[in-house]
């Protein structure tokens, strides 16, 4: 099942400007494209760009959120849980149309501050789910010892329970990364030609200009999300 996937590893060195088996020759002409041509630079910015905008969102509004679910004193905490990770069960193309009508009331479509919270929505859930794991295992006996000896909430959230579900949030932000740098209806819904994202600008070259550079870089990006994925399992084994 995951074999598939790598198919395109070795057309991205493919010296032909044709997908064809076998190779041709070895050469690298493609990620330089990738990585040298304007269009496919932008792309990788504006990615790089909401991608990290949405993940520092998500992480901090989603620990947060985890947080104060946690407490089994809030109330309707299921139904809030339900709320908080529903853009995972509904399908992305009707979140993207629901957005898509919000923002052109706000004028927040077509705006990278609309594309990055509308990631954000996305890409919280993970954070929340990442995080409450995180939390099952913590002892609330220490945020009480911590008041006890006078630290106020903020403080001792900072210095008590911060260091310890510290794994659990930074492999919430590796998932969060990874599923607003990937993420592509919504882009397509919300982002303008100069807004163009990197998922953009590969579906944009299959639709018109077939050519290897977009296996060049679909095999960066999944070796980002490779990488990513084993920082954020090695960091919840760690925690």
């Given at each position: 099942?995951?074999?598939?996937i ?16 076998p ?30 905008g ?7 509004l ?6 104060g ?6 109330p309707?905490?299921?139904l ?27 004028g ?43 630290a ?37 819904f ?50």
């Open positions: 099942l995951v074999l598939p790598f198919v395109p590893l070795p057309l991205s060195v493919n010296s032909e400007a044709f997908f064809t088996f190779l041709a020759g070895f050469s690298w002409r493609w990620y330089e494209e990738v990585l040298g041509s304007g269009q496919w630079r932008d792309a990788i910015w504006h990615s790089v760009v909401i991608a990290v949405a993940t520092v969102l998500a992480t901090s989603g620990t947060l959120a985890a947080v679910l946690s407490s089994p004193r809030l309707a905490r299921r809030v849980m339900g709320v908080l990770i529903s853009p995972l069960i509904v399908p992305v193309v009707i979140t993207a149309v629901g957005v898509y009508l919000f923002y052109a009331r706000l927040l479509a077509s705006t990278f501050i609309g594309i990055i919270l509308a990631h954000t929505a996305v890409a919280s859930p993970f954070v929340v789910v990442t995080v409450g794991a995180s939390l099952a295992n913590f002892d609330r006996a220490l945020m009480r010892a911590a008041a006890i000896s006078g106020r909430p903020l403080t001792a959230f900072r210095r008590v329970m911060l260091p310890l579900i510290l794994p659990g949030v930074l492999s919430g932000a590796a998932f969060a990364f990874v599923a607003s740098f990937d993420e592509l209806v919504i882009a397509l919300l982002a303008s030609p100069e807004q163009r994202t990197l998922p953009m600008q590969m579906f944009t070259g299959l639709r018109e200009h077939l050519s290897p550079a977009i296996t060049a870089a679909a095999t960066l990006m999944m070796s980002l999300s490779i990488l990513l994925l084993i920082v954020a399992d090695r960091l919840r084994r760690r925690g």
